[in-house]
Every structure is written in C-alpha cells, then in structure tokens.
C-alpha cells in the first residue's frame, strides 16, 4: 500500500472514530458530483528545504483561513517513509459539497490577508513544489457513513 492510500485510511478511520458519518464517493467524469457533504484530500509536496517553511504556514496562518471559509479541517498528516517522506503534508477537509468547496477555494484565494502572507512566504522561492487534490465519500461497505 502507497504512503498516500495508507493516510488516507488512517483518515477515514480516524474520521469514523470521531464520529464523522458522512456519505463522500470518488469523482469521475461519468458520475456526477456528490450534492452532500464531501471530503477533499490534498497532498502538498515542498519546495526542496521547504517542508518547515510549509508547516509553519499550515500552523500559523492556513487553518484560520480554512475556518473562515468554512472549510472543516479533519487531519494533517508528514509522510514520514516511502517517495514522499520529509517532503510532503497530506490532509482533509469537508465541505458542504463540491461547489460549495469550488466556492470556498476561490474566496480563500482571492482574500487579501492570504495573498500577503502567500506572498511573503514565498519571498525566497515557491515552498510549494506540487499540489494534488480530490475530492471523495466513502463506500456502502466503508465504516464512515
């Protein structure tokens, strides 16, 4: 199992254990999009010595923005082992639904507090090298429901 499949089922775990009982399905292009509430799971891998820089602006800065845009944090998670280890954060987030999130993103993006501090923690170079994304919602068989 990849490093990215292993969080993400500690995610979902966790998420159960803490009573998160919500209905997320994999996007396709052949289904449509979840109208409930949705999890997004993002990895960021950082810029080469970037990692501490990315953290601390998860820590210090990100989180607050999440809640102002009502995006819920559920876990954040380093890669400790495998190709991402040291390099990459891992996390969730709800969202009423995949517009709502749509929505969100781009509030957050465009707010300008965020722009200043995205500035000015780039000032000596991008400390984010890569971002991937999707969205999903757990299976009938899953025990997150």
Do not use: C
Request: charged residues 20%; hydrophobic residues 45%; aromatic residues 12%.
């Amino acid at each position: 199992m990849s490093v990215r499949a292993s969080i993400v089922s500690a995610a979902l775990v966790l998420a159960a254990a803490a009573g998160f009982a919500l209905p997320f399905a994999t996007v396709t292009a052949q289904q449509p999009a979840p109208a409930g509430p949705v999890f997004e799971i993002r990895t960021y891998t950082a810029s080469a010595g970037k990692l501490d820089a990315l953290k601390a602006r998860f820590r210090d800065h990100t989180l607050r923005f999440f809640e102002k845009y009502n995006m819920k944090s559920v876990a954040y998670w380093e890669a400790v082992d495998g190709p991402g280890a040291n390099t990459t954060i891992t996390y969730i987030l709800m969202h009423d639904s995949i517009e709502a999130a749509r929505k969100n993103w781009a509030a957050f993006n465009a707010d300008p507090e965020w722009v200043e501090i995205r500035n000015k923690s780039n000032a000596d170079g991008n400390i984010v090298a890569k971002v991937e994304s999707y969205f999903a919602r757990p299976l009938d068989f899953s025990p997150i429901k």
